[in-house]
């Protein structure tokens, strides 16, 4: 099992940053994707970011709603994934949530979502 563990969300103001994290723990060496999904009221959770543990600059994902506004990183010491969001949108507004997996697209684990909302 691997647990996850978001932090970061919050109520800010179109324009402003906010910095998501995600802990993992547990049995972490069998996932190798991690991912940031989001889910506003009455639509579908969507991915927004992910990321390879391991791997250059070009195991990264992006939606394309998010790209060069957002920024996933990660730190393999702490188990740590972090979503750096800029230049937030109203429609950024959402519950937020880290899962983990074995590869794109295949993702087992998730956490329990973290609510970022924006104003105008």
């Known amino acids: 099992q691997v647990q996850l563990v978001e932090s970061g969300g919050g109520l800010v103001q179109a324009g402003d940053s906010l910095r998501l994290s995600c802990a993992a723990s547990g049995r972490t060496f069998t996932t190798h994707v991690m991912a940031w999904f989001r889910q506003a009221p009455g639509k579908e959770r969507d991915v927004v970011a992910a990321i390879r543990w391991s791997g250059g600059s070009g195991s990264t994902y992006y939606a394309d709603s998010v790209k060069g506004r957002f920024t996933i990183s990660r730190d393999n010491a702490k188990n740590t994934v972090y979503l750096q969001m800029n230049s937030l949108k109203p429609e950024d507004t959402a519950v937020y949530y880290c899962?983990?997996?074995?590869?794109?697209?295949?993702?087992?684990?998730w956490g329990q979502g973290t609510q970022v909302t924006v104003s105008s």
């Open positions: 899962a983990a997996g074995a590869n794109y697209g295949v993702y087992e684990y």
